[in-house]
């Protein structure tokens, strides 16, 4: 075979294979030297195979009709007032108690919740629940409810929202720390409530309750009065409001031991509430 034959039969075998590797790669960008795009081949005119993807390619595809619907998360509610009583079947009483943990007064009111299997509510102080975090787990322990009572026991009505919105955060974060979960109800000082609060509270997933019978026994009246107060005020839906720290609770706790059998033996049933009250 002569010289330019052979040349002419391997221009035609290279211009071959350049002409299959064109048609593989078409529609493709690749990159040459120094980074810069080299323009796609154009395909030939006619119908085009649709080209074969890859596993991993379906893998990043995602399945359309599958997802389930997003979910429009509802608006806050936000209460203009507090609960004062609670709802619910039968001759039903709520007992809650303020300002505490305190060590000198808390133990002896769970004693006496626990000798006759009642439940109460602890509306604590964030600086007190802090260095009493025993006392929080107790309650966990023996089924008790723990509400926020803000942090260190201020007139909210005077304090800035940015105020209110730490004192009531920091006592939410020691409270889930030592109870196990953070508080589904809490209740402002001195029963002095106002916007800002509620609308922090019902960020914060709780709810405010406040109370029906007032037993005053931060005035230190003595244990007939509280325990008087209490007697009288009794009826189906009440919540009362007691103390277990903030001075000598010493009353407290002996009218307890004196209140609760006597409620009991009235007919009434003393638990905790559940949230949502109509």
Same mark, same amino acid.
């Given at each position: 075979?002569?010289?330019?034959?052979?040349?002419?039969?391997?221009?035609?075998?290279?211009?071959?294979?350049?002409?299959?590797?064109?048609?593989?790669?078409?529609?493709?960008?690749?990159?040459?030297?120094?980074?810069?795009?080299?323009?796609?081949?154009?395909?030939?005119?006619?119908?085009?195979?649709?080209?074969?993807?890859?596993?991993?390619?379906?893998?990043?595809?995602?399945?359309?009709?599958?997802?389930?619907?997003?979910?429009?998360?509802?608006?806050?509610? #936000?209460?203009?007032?507090?609960?004062?009583?609670?709802?619910?079947?039968?001759?039903?009483?709520?007992?809650?108690?303020?300002?505490?943990?305190?060590?000198?007064?808390?133990?002896?009111?769970?004693?006496?919740?626990?000798?006759?299997?009642?439940?109460?509510?602890?509306?604590?102080?964030?600086?007190?629940?802090?260095?009493?975090?025993?006392?929080?787990?107790?309650?966990?322990?023996?089924?008790?409810?723990?509400?926020?009572?803000?942090?260190?026991?201020?007139?909210?009505?005077?304090?800035?929202?940015?105020?209110?919105?730490?004192?009531?955060?920091?006592?939410?974060?020691?409270?889930?720390?030592?109870?196990?979960?953070?508080?589904?109800?809490?209740?402002?000082?001195?029963?002095?409530?106002?916007?800002?609060?509620?609308?922090?509270?019902?960020?914060?997933?709780?709810?405010?309750?406040?109370?029906?019978?007032?037993?005053?026994?931060?005035?230190?009246?003595?244990?007939?009065?509280?325990?008087?107060?209490?007697?009288?005020?009794?009826?189906?839906?009440?919540?009362?409001?007691?103390?277990?720290?903030?001075?000598?609770?010493?009353?407290?706790?002996?009218?307890?031991?004196?209140?609760?059998?006597?409620?009991?033996?009235?007919?009434?049933?003393?638990? #905790?509430?559940?949230?949502?009250?109509?």
């Amino acid at each position: 075979m002569k010289k330019d034959q052979l040349l002419t039969r391997r221009r035609a075998l290279i211009g071959g294979v350049a002409a299959l590797g064109a048609a593989g790669g078409a529609g493709v960008l690749a990159l040459g030297r120094g980074d810069e795009p080299v323009p796609p081949v154009v395909p030939a005119a006619g119908p085009q195979a649709s080209p074969t993807r890859t596993p991993s390619a379906y893998r990043l595809q995602p399945f359309g009709g599958y997802d389930p619907p997003r979910a429009v998360p509802e608006p806050t509610r #936000v209460r203009h007032e507090p609960f004062l009583r609670v709802s619910g079947r039968g001759r039903t009483m709520v007992l809650t108690f303020d300002d505490g943990p305190d060590p000198r007064y808390t133990p002896a009111i769970l004693d006496t919740l626990a000798e006759y299997e009642v439940r109460a509510m602890f509306f604590v102080c964030g600086e007190m629940a802090v260095d009493n975090q025993d006392l929080l787990a107790r309650m966990a322990d023996e089924g008790h409810v723990v509400g926020n009572h803000t942090w260190s026991h201020p007139l909210l009505t005077r304090l800035t929202r940015a105020r209110i919105r730490s004192e009531m955060k920091r006592t939410s974060d020691v409270i889930e720390e030592a109870y196990g979960e953070r508080p589904q109800w809490f209740r402002a000082p001195y029963g002095a409530w106002n916007r800002a609060a509620f609308q922090l509270g019902a960020e914060m997933g709780m709810e405010p309750l406040a109370w029906t019978v007032d037993t005053e026994d931060w005035t230190t009246p003595g244990t007939r009065t509280i325990v008087r107060r209490v007697a009288h005020g009794a009826a189906p839906g009440v919540v009362v409001l007691s103390h277990d720290a903030g001075g000598n609770r010493s009353q407290s706790v002996r009218a307890l031991r004196r209140y609760l059998p006597y409620l009991l033996d009235s007919g009434y049933h003393i638990t #905790v509430p559940r949230r949502h009250y109509a």
